[in-house]
């Protein structure tokens, strides 16, 4: 079945760090792709989409380009602050039905 | 713009009890979403409503799971009676379809099965 992988954390970051956070992803259609992010006691909001191959998705200084190839969406960010500190999910969707989430990856991002 | 409103945030109850949570999707919204989050988990659907029609509650478990949307607008999810494993965080979400298909999450209720 579909399915999301995103590599385990916490990742532990200085701040101005470059962050990459891994993700993979199966899917027997064509899914479109995205990141969430949950800030601590807040719910789940839209980072970033791309909804075909070599889209790129950029939002508040976070990147990922979609590969087909590799069947990848990894996140990055060229220089984080402490306010970044926070879970980060992957996750696609195929024909807008429903999201399927990877497990979440906790950033930490210390001064 | 008003977000996706859930209540309770939070709910702490014994086993075999009843219990249930609301959300309020954003207006012009209609497709609503239930999710539950395990911890350390990512979310998984329970069912999905375009307006007042369930078309997917496939991973509901519908032994002791409940939902309503009634007039296509505000949902409840039921659990009745609840078990320990139940314990997790719900989450309701809404969307545009298929206009949009990005979907906005609210905090979540957080529930506790003692």
């Known amino acids: 079945g579909d399915s999301v992988t995103q590599m385990e954390g916490p990742v532990t970051l200085s701040e101005e760090a470059f962050l990459t956070i891994n993700c993979t992803y199966t899917?027997?259609?064509?899914?479109?792709l995205f990141w969430y992010v949950q800030y601590p006691g807040e719910g789940l909001q839209l980072l970033l989409k791309?909804?075909?191959?070599?889209d790129k998705g950029s939002n508040k200084g976070f990147e990922a380009t979609y590969r087909k190839e590799t069947t990848s969406f990894h996140l990055e960010k060229g220089s984080v602050q402490v306010s970044d500190s926070a879970v980060y999910f992957c996750a696609l969707s195929i024909n807008t039905d429903k999201l399927i989430f990877g497990t979440g990856t906790r950033l930490q991002v210390f001064p | 713009e008003a977000g996706v409103v859930q209540s309770p945030r939070y709910k702490i109850i014994e086993k075999k009890q009843p219990v249930a949570f609301w959300c309020n999707p954003i207006s012009g919204h209609n497709t609503l979403y239930w999710y539950r989050q395990n911890l350390g988990q990512g979310p998984e659907l329970l069912i999905r409503y375009e307006n007042e029609e369930a078309v997917d509650d496939s991973q509901l478990p519908k032994d002791r799971f409940s939902a309503e949307r009634l007039k296509g607008v505000d949902s409840t999810l039921k659990i009745q009676p609840a078990e320990l494993g139940d314990s997790a965080v719900y989450l309701c979400?809404?969307?545009?379809?298929?206009?949009?298909?990005?979907?906005?999450f609210g905090p979540g209720t957080r529930l506790l099965v003692l």
């Open positions: 899917a027997t259609g064509y899914p479109s």
């Open positions: 979400a809404s969307s545009r379809r298929p206009v949009e298909e990005t979907q906005y």
């Open positions: 791309a909804t075909k191959a070599d």
